[in-house]
């Protein structure tokens, strides 16, 4: 009798399927490690190692490009989310997380497409609403405000959008609206630092001081203490006549700041009216030597520091509010000008604050800053005569 030849797998075959065994055993094992090294922080580590496996799985680059977030290598991150979703175009969470990164990193234009589109196809998903309007809101689009208060509508218990509608109600007046707002989200989340927030301002708004306690002392209890914090509750004390804890409340403050003065002069006027006659002298007193003191070198200083770390903007701001407590600064008056350069585009105007400098200072002024103006004058001239 004849029997069939047994079929028997070419070697080359089994070769293939063999390596496509250990590739799918290995690749799990280096994800591992991967996450391990991600896991204590060494993301470079896993970005290497992963970087080696070829070919990369849709698993393999979306671990890439979270890891590569996570060090700051926002480009190469964004390049593996977009490797995915050309062929995954209907992952949805990679969209996202694609759209979330485009908005983190300032792509704005890009970010509004991805979660327009997102919008339009889940209209009922409110975190793809909120994510539209946070996108509209960095772009100063008016019509952010709409998407927010759109997004609770889609879900009335939303924490970020109850906060960002709440905030736009107490900014414009309407303080009722704002604490309705907050109460809907302290239902689900008791202790929102951010809508606690909100409520106590805008119970102090309404001049309902004895409300407005709860929210702030719960805020103080959570450790959330800031200065602003601190003074309304003190302000609230005082108006609902808790004097001691009024006094207490301020001393927190100078706790952190014991520069303050008008902390001193309202403990000053407190002390006064319980007839503390000497308390009230030392913070009267406190209050008057503070605010003679000069601060244009600290904001000197703070200058400085931005300009250190290439900040121009906010050292331009800084050097102007030195020069704002002390015109006769001259370091400030100088800095001003170079920050001014190295942020704005404009420089007629940037020539005339180095012209104002050497304009006070050309007779007394520090030798090297002078040298410094007038060869920046110089430079500045030939640059604008050849763009005529």
Aim: charged share 25%; net charge positive; proline share 3%.
């Amino acid at each position: 009798m004849l029997r069939p030849k047994k079929k028997v797998m070419p070697g080359y075959l089994l070769f293939i399927i063999l390596l496509q065994v250990t590739i799918s055993k290995a690749q799990p094992e280096s994800t591992k490690i991967a996450d391990s090294l991600a896991a204590v922080g060494r993301h470079n580590t896993a970005i290497e190692m992963l970087q080696q496996e070829n070919p990369k799985s849709v698993s393999i680059l979306l671990k890439l490009a979270k890891f590569q977030q996570a060090a700051g290598k926002t480009e190469d991150a964004l390049l593996n989310y977009r490797k995915v979703l050309v062929e995954n175009p209907d992952r949805i969470l990679t969209v996202l997380d694609y759209g979330e990164l485009l908005l983190e990193s300032g792509k704005l234009e890009q970010a509004d497409s991805i979660f327009n589109n997102l919008t339009k196809e889940y209209p009922t998903n409110a975190g793809f609403t909120y994510r539209l309007g946070l996108t509209r809101e960095k772009r100063k689009d008016s019509t952010a405000m709409e998407l927010f208060f759109k997004t609770i509508q889609l879900d009335s218990t939303h924490q970020g959008a109850l906060y960002k509608t709440a905030k736009h109600q107490l900014k414009t007046g309407k303080s009722n609206n704002a604490i309705s707002l907050c109460k809907t989200g302290l239902n689900v989340r008791p202790n929102n630092v951010s809508l606690l927030s909100i409520l106590g301002q805008a119970y102090f708004s309404n001049l309902q001081f004895g409300k407005a306690i709860k929210p702030f002392r719960q805020l103080i209890d959570m450790g959330e203490s800031s200065e602003f914090i601190l003074e309304k509750l003190a302000i609230s004390y005082r108006q609902t006549s808790q004097v001691d804890k009024a006094i207490k409340t301020y001393k927190m403050i100078l706790d952190i700041n014991d520069a303050n003065s008008a902390v001193h002069s309202n403990l000053g006027v407190i002390y006064l009216n319980k007839n503390e006659i000497r308390k009230a002298q030392q913070h009267f007193t406190m209050a008057l030597l503070i605010k003679k003191q000069p601060v244009d070198r600290e904001y000197l200083n703070l200058g400085l520091t931005y300009k250190r770390q290439e900040d121009y903007r906010s050292a331009y701001l800084s050097f102007t509010r030195a020069l704002e407590e002390n015109p006769e600064n001259e370091r400030a008056l100088l800095e001003q000008a170079i920050a001014a350069d190295a942020h704005f585009e404009d420089k007629e105007e940037i020539l005339k604050l180095y012209q104002n400098y050497l304009n006070n200072y050309h007779e007394e002024g520090r030798k090297d800053m002078l040298s410094l103006a007038e060869y920046r004058i110089s430079e500045l001239k030939k640059e604008i005569h050849m763009a005529e």
